[in-house]
């Protein structure tokens, strides 16, 4: 946990209210970007991260800042999305079940839906198309490490699952986004002639 | 085609998750493969894409909302209080006592043990403790003499030792006799050791009735007749169906075989000819005049003389009770109810005085002479089809047999014999 989140725990624990609304300030956008990609709707996310807030201000004493403070909240949200998604998990027609449909993303959510990504870029909308093939799986883990930025074992605690698991999942996951986009790359005659640099050097 | 392990090398290489060794490895791999590097590029762009997406933006009221609900503190943890010592003070001195005698007691046991030479098993080295003569002495010039008693004799306890003391047991001689075995102890059936059983009720034995079954040609059997006669001791009034394959032959055999056995059965006109003709598919032979014994040899006769015969004519016979449906068809049959379940001769519990029957009987023995009602008769009519049936009013046979029917003999059992048709 890095010292200002250290600092800022310590201040609210003893009473200081503010620094709160300080770790509120520095990862409610973050959060939320998260939590829009978890549950079916903005109005949804914006309980989700509340809740998640919330809840961490009353098990503030319990944290023993071994892990993240982000990570922390980032589980809770997640706990949180989770429950959401459960109650409201019966809400199929069967009108709709008899119906002809065309190609339907796996996921639901605004996000991934045209209407919703008109207001984005093009490249945004092929994105989120790709992104609602995916399997619900590979998707949650690879948001969790592209946008949401949390390392294997940050990713394994908020799963519950091994390391081992969370890094042959994404490894799944990549291979198959990269399927997903291939055709993209093909249309893209101009990003042909970069193949030839060469690549960044890995990082551990 | 890069192989899966290679290409889990480069998607950890593009989480930035390897190990020091593993980016060594990546490092030669990239440097060696054009494909690999390629493919590397690729899923790194697909990351940097992901990245470059737009974050959704928290509502502008987010934070706002969030402080509004917080409590003015966060929640600490609630230690619980302990509770506060008891008032009344309690002397520790026994306490003290006790631990005193049971740290003795372990030091004396374990000294005691401790002491204990184990035997050395070849081939297993014990540890032990080598005697260091100079270290020895060392350690005996800088220590004080050890005057303490040796550890496995029990430590004296200093002052006097509180509460009470037993007193010790004083042998008592007592006379040699031979033990006796303790009496067994009583048993004492309690809650916990007797569960409560269930009360069991008497039991009640069901006993099933199964219709006297069995074929006409079984009667030259004893135990079968006993069956039957015991069979017919059970109700007062009985149905015996007789399946013959031709039930105007069967009628003729019984008719032979009650001439046998002194019963006369009148036959009313038109049932006679239908049995000359074969018109009719079941006949009924009624009499209240047979005892259960008649009966068997009746069918002991007939069984006799159906045995006879080229090929016999009666197949089963079946021996039931009369229901209210038979005393119907008896009733409607012979235009009378003969009353089948009335008791023949019963006493009247009311004291009767000489002279109150004694007009009766003079009546009846000038009307009805002696021996009229004691012969043994049975009427033979019609029974199926119904309709086929002779009307009571125009048989003169039947009034006859109404007419001639004396006082029911006690051990008289009323039967309906009906011959049917066999279809088996």
Known sequence: ?204 | MLPDDVLALLTAAVDGELTPAEVTTVRALLAGSDEARAAYKRLRADRQRLRRLTPAAPPADLHARIMARLPARPPVPVEVARPSAHPRRVSRAPIAVAASVLLAVTGGSFAFFMNQTSPTVPGHPTIVARADTKRDRDWERLLPRDTAPPPSAPAAIEGPIEGPVEPAPVAVSLPVAPEIAPSPRPVVRDVLTFPPLPEVGKLDLARVRVPFLATVAEFDREDVQQQFVNELGHDPAFRIDLFARDPGKGVELLQAAGKVTGLTIHADTMTRERVQRKLATAYLVYTDSLSATDLRDLLVRLAAADAKAPQRTFDAVHATPVTQTDQRELRDTLGTDPGLWKRPGTPTAEPKNVASGTADRIAKTLTDPPGKGGEKAALLMTFAPAQARTPPATSRELRQFLDRRGERRPAAVPVLIVIRQATG
């Open chain 1, 1 to 204: 946990m890095n010292d200002d989140d250290r600092r800022l725990i310590a201040e609210c624990l003893g009473g200081r209210r503010d620094a709160f609304g300080e770790l509120v300030s520095r990862y409610q956008a973050r959060l939320y970007s998260a939590a829009v990609r978890l549950v079916d709707s903005p109005d949804d996310a914006a309980d989700v991260v509340q809740d998640a807030f919330l809840n961490a201000y009353q098990s503030l004493h319990a944290f023993k800042g071994d892990a993240e403070f982000f990570t922390w909240l980032y589980r809770i949200a997640f706990n949180g999305a989770i429950s959401l998604k459960r109650k409201k998990r019966p809400t199929g027609s069967l009108d709709a079940a008899g119906g002809e449909h065309g190609f339907e993303p796996a996921d639901p959510s605004d996000y991934v839906r045209t209407g919703h990504a008109l207001e984005r870029t093009e490249e945004d909308r092929l994105l989120h198309a790709a992104l609602g093939r995916l399997s619900p799986e590979h998707r949650e883990v690879l948001t969790m490490k592209d946008l949401d930025g949390l390392r294997y074992e940050e990713i394994a605690e908020v799963l519950g699952v091994p390391v081992g698991t969370v890094r042959s999942r994404l490894h799944r996951a990549r291979l198959e986004l990269r399927e997903l986009l291939a055709p993209l790359d093909d249309a893209e005659p101009q990003d042909r002639g970069r193949g030839d640099r060469p690549p960044p050097e890995p990082t551990p």
